[in-house]
């Protein structure tokens, strides 16, 4: 068993060695990039940690305190985004990879390569827990001053424990985890509603961080968000983290030996539990996955007779809506791309409100909700290469290279559309535009997204990037998608910047109505309109004739 | 007036890759006028799957002429290749559907009324035995079985003319005869069969003319029961003495 898994941590490496050659400079220039943000990160959290240590209401509330507390956030958000990670890593690297098909009729044990996939995973969650955790606490540690070297002998201890509950949790989620995936991927709209829920979520947590800036900005002091309530309700959620209030006590030699021998039990319960359930469940999914087990029915729907173009576009629909990937990006993007904007807009507004004593929603919402409309976009940037070798296919039926790019189009159009709509609504509804405002928003912010449908659209299609994996799901966003990220972003700035310049400049001189009200608006409409006017013209221009390209996909 | 009543016309055909120096084919000649199947037969890299995709609009080309139904492909794209079901060798489908959603998707494309797309649905599922799993999402589908959808896809339409690009990969044995019976049935219906295939038994079986391509040119174009009396050999044996010759 200990060669198997030596042999295959050794191709692990081979793999991963050989894909470290290829981009050699991309990817320092990435390590180069994440250093700095950890650099920049470390540096505020020094700032936020002194700031949260010295907060004192009653005579209890030493530094020590502060200190167990924010340890205890600190290793309940790792624990956390371990077990996330790792129940995800589990479920796709034990159940759904083409390497595990590859492995199994090898004279390899479905039990190896269980212990090899969870080895792995320990190893990875060590290295990450370890450079995340101890510099922090390191830092902590330093700051409420008087740690003996026990400290840093039990934080290092406490890190090496802790990716040992991750696994073991992750392992004991996988199962679940991996059940509703599947009983997932059998109900389409239901996956959506889950990823757009997700995805409310996390803007819900965008939206909290946020208010805490805007908080942070009107105070300018970070002691003014730390008031007596909020520090109570700090200090009762981190006495209720269990069991990761246990490793900071144990770090602060605060009972140590009680706490370490909790952190054991804990953990061995856990991995216990888990091997438990694996020798049970493990070797039964995987054979039923091998052996096909997804059957996916689907209702008998009837043969419905369409037009080509309502086929078309009906046939973009299913295969976004079905495929994960696609659907998350497309639909669910596009859903909570309103939120996102309204948001935005807000503290946009509060910001300038405070500094320059003027409000300007339009242009604000202008800048924001453009600049947002890419992101919906930038999907499209897949328009032609998520139809794979079905490309080739059509080029084989009798439809034109114009009817087959328009539905394409007009797909975007209509999701990116409805995004724009709701964006503007709930910039509408929220009252930071008026009406009429509104309905010029509206018409600016779909001009921009057609342009950038036409554009993203015609750029795939001189440039495919067609899936090759087994899922047949283009994974890696191209040159494309940040290209136009890129320009989409500058026409936001642009439009926004163009109309806000004006409006100031107007207001500040004291100008006409004229000036303030109307010329902003126009100056938006007229470049969102030429901006779409060109991208249609780039679309359009030789459009049969690109698409009848040779493409070197098959040859 | 003679030229309408081909099925298909290639003349002169070359076609010249991308960055290539060679031409891949080139003089290319095959007119097929009525009710026949026609083998398309060469070693690997040949041409014939070259040839295939020119004819069916897949590829451009830089030499000769293509017409299907008297249709140019190039200048009358969309009405030649109406007169035509295709079967690629790569079993390209929209995998994300069910399989009776694909076929609805090509017979709205093909333009099939609603009560002759439903009837060659049940008709061709029963022929090459999709079953049930008409109505499961293509994803699921085994290699033969996506062949299968391929196959019926091509046919919804009833097109003039069937190309198959080495349909009988992933096929099994009993699959693989009813194809071959469903072929010729359907060239008794009075239509044309292009057929692509490594499987000289089978073409043997099957074809009533065999077009040999050899790097890229014509070699032979041979009535293939003459040919095999002529050489009273298998085709099999005959097709590699010509190549060995």
């Given amino acids: ?162 990716p040992v509950l991750s696994t073991a949790l992750s392992s004991l989620l996988a199962f679940p985890a991996f059940a509703v995936r599947r009983f997932l991927s059998r109900h389409f709209v239901l996956r959506l509603a889950v990823y757009a829920a997700v995805l409310a979520l996390f803007f819900w947590v965008y939206s909290l961080i946020l208010g805490f800036l805007q908080t942070l900005l009107a105070g300018g002091d970070l002691q003014t968000l730390f008031t007596r309530e909020t520090m109570e309700k700090l200090s009762g959620l981190a006495a209720a983290l269990y069991p990761c209030n246990f490793y900071a006590l144990f770090c602060a030699g605060q009972d140590a030996a009680v706490n370490f021998v909790m952190i054991l039990l804990i953990t061995a319960a856990c991995g216990s539990a888990a091997l438990l359930l694996v020798q049970q469940l493990y070797g039964r999914i995987l054979k039923e996955r091998m052996e096909g087990g997804d059957v996916t029915v689907s209702k008998v729907r009837p043969m419905k007779e369409r037009g080509v173009f309502a086929s078309l576009l009906h046939k973009e629909f299913l295969t976004v809506l079905r495929n994960p990937d696609y659907a998350f990006s497309c639909f669910a993007t596009a859903l909570t791309m309103p939120l996102m904007s309204y948001l935005s807009v807000s503290l946009a507004e509060l910001l300038l409100r405070s500094r320059l004593s003027v409000s300007c929603s339009f242009e604000l919402s202008l800048l924001v909700i453009s600049a947002f409309t890419v992101l919906t976009n930038t999907f499209c940037a897949l328009n032609i290469s998520r139809e794979g070798k079905m490309f080739f296919r059509e080029k084989t039926m009798p439809l034109s290279g114009r009817i087959l790019v328009l539905s394409k189009a007009a797909f975007c159009g209509i999701v990116s559309g409805a995004s724009v709509l709701l964006a503007v609504a709930a910039v509408a509804v929220g009252g930071m535009v008026t009406v009429g405002e509104a309905f010029v928003l509206l018409i600016v912010c779909l001009l921009v997204a057609a342009a950038e449908i036409f554009f993203a659209t015609r750029r795939d299609l001189a440039r495919p990037r067609f899936p090759s994996n087994e899922r047949d799901t283009v994974t890696e966003p191209g040159d494309t998608v940040s290209l136009l990220i890129l320009l989409g972003f500058v026409l ?64 | ?175 693989a005869k009813a194809l071959r019976e469903y072929m010729k049935a359907y060239k008794a219906e009075g239509n044309t069969v292009l057929y692509s295939s490594h499987n000289l038994d089978a073409v043997e079986k099957t074809c009533d003319r065999a077009v040999i391509i050899k790097q890229g040119t014509i070699l032979a174009n041979v009535d293939i029961k003459k040919f095999v009396a002529e050489k009273g050999k298998s085709l099999e044996e005959a097709f590699i003495d010509l190549f060995e010759g």
């Avoid at chain 1, 050659?21 to 320092?28: E, F, I, P, T, Y």
């Avoid at chain 1, 163009?498 to 009200?517: D, H, Q, V």
């Avoid at chain 2, 091509?154 to 699959?175: C, F, K, N, V, Y």
């Fill in chain 1, 1 to 162: 068993m200990t060669e198997t898994i030596r042999i295959l941590f050794k191709k692990d490496w081979t793999l991963r060695l050989s894909a470290l050659k290829k981009g050699g400079w991309g990817k320092l220039t990435t390590a180069v990039l994440f250093a700095a943000v950890i650099a920049a990160l470390l540096y505020v959290f020094v700032d936020f940690a002194r700031a949260y240590l010295s907060v004192q209401y009653l005579s209890t509330d030493t530094p020590f305190v502060r200190q167990k507390e924010l340890m205890t956030f600190l290793t309940a958000a790792v624990l956390l985004a371990s077990v996330f990670a790792g129940t995800r890593k589990i479920v796709s690297g034990l159940f759904e990879t083409a390497e595990t098909a590859v492995l199994l009729p090898m004279p390899i044990g479905a039990r190896e390569l269980f212990v090899y996939r969870v080895l792995d995973l320990f190893l990875s969650q060590l290295l990450v827990t370890a450079v995340l955790l101890i510099p922090l606490l390191c830092i902590l540690g330093a700051l409420a001053g008087g740690m003996g070297w026990t400290f840093y002998l039990f934080t290092v201890i406490a890190v090496c424990l802790l």
């Fill in chain 1, 492 to 555: 936001a700035v642009l439009l926004g910047g163009g109309a806000l310049g004006i409006s100031l400049y107007a207001r500040l001189t004291s100008a006409s109505a004229f000036m303030i009200e109307v010329l902003p608006a126009l100056f938006a409409v007229a470049l969102a309109a030429l901006v779409c006017g060109g991208s249609a013209a780039y679309l359009f221009k030789g459009l049969e004739k690109a698409c009848q390209r040779e493409e070197s996909y098959e040859e």
């Fill in chain 2, 1 to 175: 007036m003679e030229d309408q009543q081909n099925v298909f016309a290639i003349q002169g055909l070359g076609k010249r890759y991308r960055g290539a120096s060679d031409f891949a084919v080139r003089g290319i000649d095959i007119v097929c006028r009525g009710a026949e199947i026609v083998g398309l037969l060469g070693l690997n890299g040949a041409g014939k799957s070259t040839v295939i995709k020119c004819l069916t609009g897949f590829l451009p080309f830089e030499e000769g002429r293509i017409e299907i139904c008297g249709h140019d492909i190039v200048t009358d794209a969309v009405a030649a290749k109406r007169c035509f079901g295709y079967v690629p060798d790569n079993r390209a489908v929209f995998a994300r559907m069910t399989g009776r959603e694909y076929l609805n998707f090509v017979a709205d494309v093909y333009r099939v009324g609603g009560e002759d797309r439903k009837r060659r649905t049940e008709e061709l599922s029963e022929v090459f035995g999709l079953g049930a799993k008409v109505d499961q999402l293509i994803e699921s589908y085994s290699h033969g079985m996506r062949q299968k959808i391929c196959l019926i896809a091509a046919l919804i339409h009833r097109p003039r003319l069937w190309i198959l690009d080495e349909p009988l990969t992933g096929l099994d044995p009993q699959s």
